[in-house]
Every structure is written in structure tokens, then in C-alpha cells.
């Protein structure tokens, strides 16, 4: 049986504008090693992240134990705990998202209608996530997530008494201060030697954020995720292909170069 992945990206990462055919055994592991069956080369990513094997009942996917973990539908997998893996399922290594879309198989007349029903999902989640939590984006600790709390008020900066320490000599000990409230995130600057920015503007007072928003502390930049409201990809192929349709690798590939994905097929 043949499945399929719709793989993209992050900003800066090396996916981008790829098809292949990936032809595998009784399991598909991905991760950053050459002898993955699908390979994704971002530091973010562990040499084996996880893989997907097949049951009588479907699919199922499991953590390999990575350093960064990966998450299903924005939910952390246990490193060994195999869970299934359903058609529209999302799953997130590092700086990718890996989307299930399904079993392939199909005729060429479908594959317009299903590349458009992709390049609206992807537009429209925009990588959407359950919790709110910052991400670094660059040092030792690239791709590292930090969880925040629904209400509170935590303290950035590298001194111990900071909720989140940053290992950056040009962050100050207490460098800034963000609090959560309502579902919203605001973010002052707590007197740093060399301050707070918020993309290219400099925090003075309470700034408010916005999902995917980039602060930079000394060195440091991390991106905010607030969570959205998650979209249903199998919803959205059934409004706009109908349930029984698939896809066609050779044909959707060529369709979604302007997509920005990479689109792999994994066959067992």
C-alpha cells in the first residue's frame, strides 16, 4: 500500500519546491539521517525523529525518543508510545510539518482539485497550534519550545530567578516581562542594557503580540504561537474533491511548486 505526505517548511528551512518517491519497508522513519526514508535536513531535527508503521487497524506513529519531540495535532508524543495516525493528521519535527493526507492511488483528473484543497489548508492553519508557547530560532538551542501558561506573568532573561533563561551574555538578568491575560500576550521591556524588539521595533511600554510575532533579547530571537482555531484538512478535501478521492504524486508535485511544500510519497 502506498501513503502519502504533504511536508513544508518553516521559513529559512531547507524545504521547498521537491517530489520524490520514498519506497520503504514495513516502516517509514523520518529524521535528519541519510538512511531515513524521508529525510529533513534541519538541525531541529533528530538523525531519527520518529517513524509510521502499519497495523490491521491503520497506521501508527511513534517518537524515536528526539531530542526536540514531536507532536500530533499539537499535542507531545511519549518517545515509544505508538499512537494512530489518521488521514489530515499533522505532525510537527522541528522546524517541519508533516501532514497525513492518505493512501494514494489515484486518477489524474483529481489531482487539481486536491492541490487547491492543500494550498487552502496550509493557508489558512498557518501551522496552528493548541497551546501558546515561544520557540528559539537560533544558538545551541534552535527549535527549542517553551510552553507558557494560560494566565501569569513570567520574567525572560539569563538570571536564575527568570522563569525563562536565556544562555546569552548580551541578555540582561531580568530583560523582560511578558503576561498572559485573556488569551492575550503583552510584552515590556524590564530596563535591559541593550533592549527588547518586537521584529524591528523597539518595546517601549506594553506592546501587545500577535501570533508568530519575533522578539530579539540580546542575541536571543524567539517566535511567539498563540493558538487559532484548527482547521479539519479531511473536511476540507471532501468540500472540495469528495470522499473518495486521492492523489497523484507526479501530477500534484508539478501543481504545487507555487505551494512552497514538498510533497513525498512513502511506499511499504
Same mark, same amino acid.
Given at each position: 500500500m502506498a501513503f502519502r505526505f504533504f511536508i513544508v517548511g518553516q521559513e529559512a528551512t531547507a524545504a521547498g519546491f521537491f517530489a520524490d518517491e520514498v519506497r520503504a519497508g514495513p516502516e517509514i522513519v523520518l529524521g535528519r539521517s541519510e538512511d531515513a526514508h524521508i529525510v529533513l535536513l534541519d538541525p531541529s531535527v533528530s538523525r531519527r525523529h520518529c517513524r509510521v508503521t502499519g497495523h490491521a487497524d491503520g497506521l501508527r506513529v511513534e517518537d524515536l525518543g528526539s531530542r526536540l519531540g514531536t507532536r500530533l495535532n499539537g499535542a507531545a508524543l511519549s518517545p515509544?508510545?505508538?499512537?494512530?495516525?489518521?488521514?489530515g493528521d499533522e505532525l510537527s519535527l522541528g522546524v517541519y510539518r508533516v501532514i497525513y493526507v492518505?493512501? &494514494?492511488g489515484a *486518477?489524474?483528473?483529481e489531482t487539481r482539485a486536491v492541490a487547491l484543497a492543500l494550498q487552502e489548508f496550509l493557508e489558512q492553519s498557518d501551522a496552528i497550534v493548541e497551546e501558546a508557547f515561544l520557540e528559539i530560532e537560533n544558538g545551541p538551542e534552535v527549535g527549542r519550545r517553551i510552553e507558557l501558561p494560560e494566565e501569569g506573568v513570567l520574567r525572560l532573561g539569563r538570571g536564575r530567578e527568570c522563569e525563562i533563561r536565556l544562555d546569552d551574555a548580551r541578555t540582561s538578568r531580568t530583560h523582560a516581562v511578558?503576561?498572559?491575560?485573556?488569551?492575550e500576550a503583552w510584552l515590556e521591556d524590564a530596563g535591559s542594557?541593550?533592549?527588547t524588539f518586537v521584529g524591528e521595533r523597539r518595546v517601549r511600554g506594553a506592546v501587545r503580540l500577535a501570533d508568530r510575532d519575533r522578539l530579539r533579547l540580546g542575541r536571543m530571537v524567539l517566535r511567539l504561537r498563540l493558538p487559532k482555531q484548527p482547521l479539519d484538512?479531511? &473536511?476540507?478535501? *471532501?468540500?472540495?474533491?469528495?470522499p473518495a478521492r486521492r492523489l497523484w504524486l507526479s501530477s500534484l508535485a508539478f501543481?504545487?511548486?507555487?505551494v512552497g511544500g514538498l510533497l513525498l510519497a512513502a511506499w511499504t
Open positions: 515509544g508510545e505508538a499512537v494512530p495516525l489518521r488521514a492518505g493512501d &494514494a *486518477a489524474p483528473d511578558i503576561r498572559l491575560r485573556r488569551k542594557q541593550n533592549g484538512l479531511g &473536511a476540507v478535501l *471532501a468540500a472540495r474533491t469528495g501543481l504545487l511548486l507555487g
